[in-house]
């Protein structure tokens, strides 16, 4: 069967949809720009919008949901057909499974998609477009640690570690019976909670997590192949012992409502679900950055408010199984007002929850406010965008020393107040996800009713294509796909065998936009 046609039927008939043949056409006018060292940045439209309805399931019958968290295209597989539209292969990282009741057994895993777009640049406020970018799914790949055994997207064990030759001590997690509550022999397995996502050439592919937090390289039949530890000053302390637990007990406990682990908060490192958010690799493959999500506990970690300076590492991945540490810097996330906020509690810091390479060393990254979109009880995200980092004049801190020990810090713990000797990234806003009229082009819109053309609030993922793949002249488009939690009322886990109900009583599909920018050579 042809695999062109097998997408569009597959789609089509999923989501009531049929593929548009439209042609590009020229862009009217810039919905916003800037200029970032001397880098110009211009949004151009928003170019498309499409989704995975919140049901759908995998080769193994689990909800395919998450699927935001993080997102790689294949630049070889992204092709121009002759009637305008572009294909493409696009890999997609969930995070923990359903656990917005608490975490469970879930097999951490990547699923892969053929995915069809048709730009629609006459699409208006008046006369909107339906969705133009639809997903065919190919496949799914579980992980697996060093001996083969699955991993899981259960919390880690506030103490202790598994043991493999080769590698550094990682998390555990220890279940009872199957892990989601039944009948079992229980058992140990490596806890991962995906953010972050890179496919290698020979389909291996890297992922960060927020539990260790580590960096993780699986095989291309997703056994793990090597992991990195970061220094000493990320990884969680509590009772001066390394805690690995993000005080997020099984949905069989108590109803995830048990106690974890005592304290609550690390005393120093990554606070809970604030791993490395972020990772990008370069063009060539040589290096890889991770980002974590906001400060770090000793760094003003644990507020709103004061996380807002958060380390930035790079390490030399020549050899991917003997990756090299070698550079650390500072960046500084967004401020925003939160309108439901008390006065005191305003501006709250946007933590980042993606970032991107870029071929001229500059970085996107995607940084947003929280608690606003569909399903929840405030509608109206203020900040929601993609914005532009250079590290080019920054204090590299790892070759500065005095930074990277446990309890060491960049700024001060109350305040989140960076040191001053130290010189933090140069950080531009560029693209606000929230233009409703850019979204109401597409039938879609931020803030207003409740309904299912109302923005996700956790958008964390991006990827970036040419608009010209045979001759790339600095139009890129940029994909972003939402993160909805696995909220469904038709969900299953554990291959089929666990059916579930979110209680919020909503159904979130996998939301996902294009969007058409230029950048400067």
């Known amino acids: 069967m042809n695999l062109f046609l097998f997408t569009a039927t597959l789609v089509a008939g999923a989501i009531g949809a049929t593929i548009h043949g439209r042609t590009c056409g020229s862009v009217a006018a810039v919905v916003n720009k800037t200029t970032c060292n001397g880098i110009e940045y211009q949004y151009e439209e928003l170019a498309g919008y499409g989704y995975v309805i919140s049901d759908a399931v995998d080769k193994f019958g689990d909800t395919l949901g998450g699927l935001g968290s993080s997102i790689h295209l294949e630049r070889g597989a992204w092709k121009k057909l002759d009637n305008g539209s572009y294909s493409g292969v696009l890999w ?3 995070d923990r499974g359903w656990n917005t009741q608490g975490t469970l057994n879930f097999n951490p895993r990547v699923q892969k998609f053929n995915i069809v777009f048709t730009p629609e640049p006459d699409a208006s406020v008046d006369t909107p477009s339906g969705p133009n970018l639809y997903f065919g799914y190919l496949d799914t790949i579980l992980f697996s640690g060093p ?19 080769g590698f550094p001590d990682l998390p555990a997690a220890t279940y009872t019976g199957d892990g989601f509550g039944g009948d079992g022999p229980g058992g140990k397995r490596i806890p991962v909670d995906a953010e972050g996502l890179y496919v290698n050439d020979d389909s291996s592919f890297w992922v960060s997590d927020e539990y260790g937090p580590y960096i993780y390289l699986f095989g291309p039949d997703g056994k793990m192949l090597s992991a990195i530890r970061p220094n000493d000053a990320i990884v969680p302390v509590r009772n001066d012992a390394t805690s690995f637990s993000a005080n997020s007990p ?6 995830g409502e048990g106690d974890d682990v005592d304290p609550a908060d690390p005393d120093s490192g990554r606070d809970n679900n604030h791993g490395f958010e972020g990772l990008t690799v370069s063009e060539d493959g040589k290096s890889l950055w991770v980002l974590l999500q906001a400060a770090a506990v000793q760094e003003g970690g644990l507020e709103k408010q004061t996380e807002r300076y958060t380390r930035f590492l790079k390490y030399d991945i020549t050899n991917r199984l003997a990756p090299v540490y070698v550079g650390e810097w500072v960046v500084p996330l967004p401020l925003y007002n939160d309108p439901t906020a ?19 060393g500059q970085f996107l990254v995607l940084s947003r406010d929280s608690d606003a979109g569909h399903g929840l009880e405030s509608s109206l995200s203020v900040y929601r965008q993609i914005d532009v980092f250079d590290i080019s004049g920054a204090t590299d801190i790892m070759a500065e020393g005095d930074y990277d020990c446990v309890g060491c810090n960049i700024a001060k713990s109350k305040s989140g107040e960076l040191k001053k000797k130290i010189t933090p990234a140069t950080y ?3 693209l606000d996800f929230n233009v409703n009229a850019q979204l109401n082009r597409f039938g879609i819109h931020n803030g207003g009713d409740q309904d299912q053309y109302l923005l996700n609030e956790k958008w964390e993922s991006l990827g970036l294509v040419p608009v010209n793949p045979d001759a790339p002249n600095g139009e890129f488009y940029i994909f972003s796909l939402s993160d909805n939690d696995f909220i469904t009322q038709n ?9 579930y109900a979110d209680s919020t009583g909503y159904n979130l599909d996998s939301q996902a936009l294009v969007f058409k920018v230029r950048i400067s050579a």
Request: charged fraction near 20%; include cysteine; charge should be negative.
């Open 342 to 360: 008390k006065k005191s509690k305003n501006p709250k810091v946007a933590a980042q929850s993606e970032i991107l390479a870029l071929e001229n």
């Open 428 to 430: 531009c806003s560029f």
């Open 491 to 499: 969900g299953y886990m554990d291959g089929g065998k666990f059916p």
């Open 92 to 94: 997609s990282l969930p």
């Open 250 to 255: 099984p949905i069989y406990v108590d109803n």
């Open 147 to 165: 001996d083969g055994t699955p991993c899981t997207g259960l919390d880690a064990d506030p103490s202790g570690h598994l043991s493999y030759t």
